[in-house]
């Protein structure tokens, strides 16, 4: 099991996974598929564009 908790999960067209996961006060999103991530912004709102967009398939 992950210590990191997980906040919010987006599935893209591929199937690929962009999780948005931290602890405290550090949060990160993640692309399953692309490896793509950022620690800045609103991640949940980058997870949902990124994925409506993002066309890698899952690793
Ligand atoms: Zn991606």
């Not at 990191?4 to 999960?9: E, F, K, M, T, Y």
């Not at 931290?22 to 993640?30: C, I, K, L, S, T």
């Not at 991530?37 to 890698?56: E, I, M, P, V, Y």
Request: aromatic content about 10%.
């Amino acid at each position: 099991m992950s210590k990191n908790d997980i906040a919010v999960q987006y599935r893209t067209a591929g199937g690929a996974i962009v999780t948005v996961y931290g602890r405290h006060f550090e949060y990160r999103a993640e692309c399953g598929g692309c490896r793509e991530w950022t620690l800045s912004g609103d991640l949940k709102r980058w997870a949902h564009r990124h994925a409506t967009r993002c066309l890698a398939l899952p690793r």
